[in-house]
């Protein structure tokens, strides 16, 4: 099975940043289009609060009632101003948490989730091994500042492409008012990208203590691109995210088709007299630059034996040699070829043709 990288060779996006470090990355493909420090750990605040949230929405508990305890009441710091004693719905909470980053709200759903502190903690970091955060330890769920609570720019925006595949979590993070059933006023969002800067925000976190200095993450969708971006110490986040999507992503590395749904005749790869029809069925598209797009090759990889759902094989794409995306190649069966005549006239060509595999 082939698999695809997300660092390629790249002509980095043409722009400035006030971040100390910063990443702009492909939702879809995971391509990395600008890097600045990306990988280097460092204390990164409240955007801590997206492994929060995505643990608790797939926790399976989101209909549950949390009862408040005094430990949350008295976490410093942000707060949706949680009461003793009150009981809120978990799902209340998330919103309470993303919108608001209240750090009250992020310790009454670790505990409700995780039974303690600790024992959210563990589940945090298991997590982030999971989906290949190699730089990043939590020890909290709200991000207030610890020497062992750190993660990087570049591991955060995996999160969150991860997390963006949750359809609920797509949905708070891109809300930008929430009224709680305990509330009687709704929560409003913190994050100005969503709510008025940019119109092509498609959600983000805040977050901010004196050590971290101001951290973002934020999403967003133009022309069927998405987008996520990350900035850790920016004083100036909201300017550098807007010159990040729209200048350093939709601008310069716009998506490319690079393949067409199409059939074409394959020389069998079990036996070398024989031709078969093969299709591929999808759209495969990829954020170039201009200057990259002639850089693109595509190889054929044929499997031995005829895969799950007549999968024979993948079409590889390059840029500069390096692997960056893949489809499947499957083989038409004969009461599906409407033309069998000419695909056989065509394959005897083919024969002749030393090597050919491709359409």
Same mark, same amino acid.
């Given at each position: 099975?082939?698999?695809?990288?997300?660092?390629? !060779? /790249?002509?980095?996006?043409?722009?400035?940043? @006030?971040?100390? *470090?910063?990443?702009?990355?492909?939702?879809?493909?995971?391509?990395?289009?600008?890097?600045?420090?990306?990988?280097? !750990?460092?204390?990164?605040?409240?955007?801590?609060?997206?492994?929060?949230?995505?643990?608790?929405?797939?926790?399976?508990?989101?209909?549950?009632?949390?009862?408040?305890?005094?430990?949350?009441?008295?976490?410093?710091?942000?707060?949706?101003?949680?009461?003793?004693?009150?009981?809120? +719905?978990?799902?209340?909470?998330?919103?309470?948490?993303?919108?608001?980053?209240?750090? &009250?709200?992020?310790?009454?759903?670790?505990?409700?989730?995780?039974?303690?502190? =600790?024992?959210?903690?563990?589940?945090?970091?298991?997590?982030?091994?999971?989906?290949?955060?190699?730089?990043?330890?939590?020890?909290?769920?709200?991000?207030?500042?610890?020497?062992?609570?750190? @993660?990087?720019?570049? &591991?955060?925006?995996?999160?969150?492409?991860?997390?963006?595949?949750?359809?609920?979590?797509? =949905?708070?993070?891109?809300? /930008?008012?929430?009224?709680?059933?305990?509330?009687?006023?709704?929560?409003? +969002?913190?994050?100005?990208?969503?709510?008025?800067?940019?119109?092509?925000?498609?959600?983000?976190? $805040?977050?901010?203590?004196?050590?971290?200095?101001?951290?973002?993450?934020?999403?967003?969708?133009?022309?069927?691109? $998405?987008?996520?971006?990350?900035?850790?110490?920016?004083? #100036?986040?909201?300017? %550098?995210?807007?010159?990040?999507?729209?200048?350093?992503?939709?601008?310069?590395?716009?998506?490319?088709?690079?393949? =067409?749904?199409?059939?074409?005749?394959?020389?069998?790869?079990? #036996?070398?007299?024989?031709?078969?029809?093969? #299709?591929?069925?999808?759209?495969?598209?990829?954020?170039?630059?201009?200057? =990259?797009?002639?850089?693109?090759?595509?190889?054929?990889?044929?499997?031995?034996?005829?895969? $799950?759902?007549?999968?024979?094989?993948? *079409?590889?794409?390059?840029? %500069?040699?390096?692997?960056?995306?893949?489809?499947?190649?499957?083989?038409?069966?004969? &009461?599906?070829?409407? &033309?069998? @005549?000419?695909? #056989?006239?065509?394959?005897?060509?083919?024969?002749?043709?030393?090597?050919?595999?491709?359409?």
């Amino acid at each position: 099975m082939l698999s695809f990288l997300t660092f390629v !060779p /790249t002509i980095q996006a043409s722009v400035s940043v @006030s971040a100390e *470090r910063a990443i702009l990355m492909d939702q879809t493909t995971g391509r990395v289009l600008y890097e600045k420090n990306a990988e280097n !750990p460092t204390l990164i605040a409240s955007i801590t609060k997206i492994m929060t949230a995505i643990i608790a929405i797939e926790s399976g508990k989101l209909n549950e009632k949390v009862k408040i305890s005094d430990n949350a009441i008295l976490t410093e710091g942000s707060s949706i101003y949680l009461k003793k004693e009150d009981e809120m +719905n978990l799902k209340d909470l998330v919103y309470g948490l993303m919108l608001r980053s209240g750090n &009250d709200a992020a310790v009454a759903i670790s505990e409700h989730v995780g039974g303690s502190l =600790e024992g959210f903690a563990f589940l945090m970091n298991e997590k982030a091994r999971w989906i290949g955060m190699n730089h990043s330890h939590f020890d909290n769920p709200h991000g207030l500042d610890s020497d062992t609570h750190f @993660s990087s720019a570049y &591991d955060m925006a995996l999160l969150t492409k991860y997390a963006m595949n949750n359809p609920l979590y797509k =949905e708070i993070f891109a809300t /930008t008012s929430y009224k709680a059933n305990a509330r009687d006023y709704p929560w409003l +969002n913190k994050n100005k990208l969503l709510t008025h800067l940019y119109e092509y925000s498609t959600g983000g976190k $805040t977050g901010f203590t004196r050590a971290a200095g101001r951290t973002l993450v934020s999403t967003a969708e133009k022309n069927g691109q $998405t987008l996520i971006a990350v900035t850790i110490n920016a004083p #100036n986040d909201w300017q %550098d995210h807007i010159q990040l999507l729209e200048w350093g992503g939709f601008e310069k590395f716009p998506l490319r088709k690079l393949q =067409e749904p199409t059939t074409f005749p394959l020389i069998s790869a079990v #036996n070398q007299e024989n031709i078969i029809i093969a #299709n591929i069925t999808d759209e495969v598209f990829y954020p170039l630059a201009d200057e =990259e797009i002639q850089n693109v090759q595509k190889k054929n990889y044929m499997l031995e034996e005829p895969g $799950t759902y007549q999968q024979i094989g993948k *079409r590889g794409y390059y840029l %500069d040699g390096k692997l960056i995306t893949d489809t499947t190649i499957y083989q038409i069966s004969a &009461d599906e070829n409407q &033309d069998e @005549s000419f695909w #056989n006239k065509v394959g005897q060509q083919l024969k002749r043709i030393s090597g050919m595999n491709s359409d």
